[in-house]
T-cell receptor, first 111, second 111 residues
């Protein structure tokens, strides 16, 4: 089955610090996505990408940047982390009109 | 406003019973729908897609789409305790690859 790997699995950061969440897929999918999951809000789209070099804003991009340096890798960057960004973050990849494959998630706590 | 709305928020059914989950969208740009399931501590996994009006059956799972009303449903017959999970409806915008998820329905199947 298609594989999506996220790192780290858990992260504790300080307010104002920089956080980078990494995602790697070996499925050769063009599309990659970053979501956050909070109780009562389901999965909310932060950024997505059509392919290497492209990043697009999702529904809640404020406070986040994304980087897609290659087909396989898609990073989510929090330049100045805030406690409101404490959440579980999921990366996913997929082809157009195909199912998404998700990683196991990164639990981020910003203190 | 949430682009994809799900109901109910939670649902409890007896083992062997039928579970019915609902999803609606007010945005006619959404034409492609999926159902995903997430067990605790894992990333969501796709159950099935539905793109055409009518029913689509895969084993114990049946999805129904009414494009005119933008209503999608998922019916699980002969529910098993292992079906207990958080179920998401997801929709893709017609014009791009943005994929939006609802807030989820928590299903509990009681032995």
């Amino acid at each position: 089955e298609a594989a999506v790997t996220q790192s780290p699995r858990n992260k504790v950061a300080v307010t104002g610090g920089k956080v980078t969440l990494s995602c790697n897929q070996t499925n050769n999918h063009n599309n990659m996505y970053w979501y956050r999951q909070d109780t009562g809000h389901g999965l909310r789209l932060i950024h997505y990408s059509y392919g290497a070099g492209s990043t697009e804003k999702g529904d809640i991009p404020d406070g986040y940047k994304a980087s897609r340096p290659s087909q396989e890798n898609f990073s989510l960057i929090l330049e100045l982390a805030t406690p409101s960004q404490t959440s579980v973050y999921f990366c996913a990849s997929g082809g157009t009109n195909e199912r998404l494959f998700f990683g196991h998630g990164t639990k981020l706590s910003v203190l | 406003q949430q682009k994809v709305q799900q109901s109910p928020e939670s649902l409890s059914v007896p083992e062997g019973g039928m579970a019915s989950l609902n999803c609606t969208s007010s945005d006619r740009n959404f034409q492609y729908f999926w159902w995903y399931r997430q067990h605790s501590g894992e990333g969501p996994k796709a159950l099935m897609s539905i793109f055409s009006d009518g029913d689509k059956k895969e084993g114990r799972f049946t999805a129904h789409l009414n494009k005119a009303s933008l209503h999608v449903s998922l019916h699980i017959r002969d529910s098993q305790p292992s079906d207990s999970a958080l179920y998401f409806c997801a929709a893709r915008e017609e014009s791009n690859n943005r994929i939006f998820f609802g807030d989820g329905t928590q299903l509990v199947v009681k032995p």
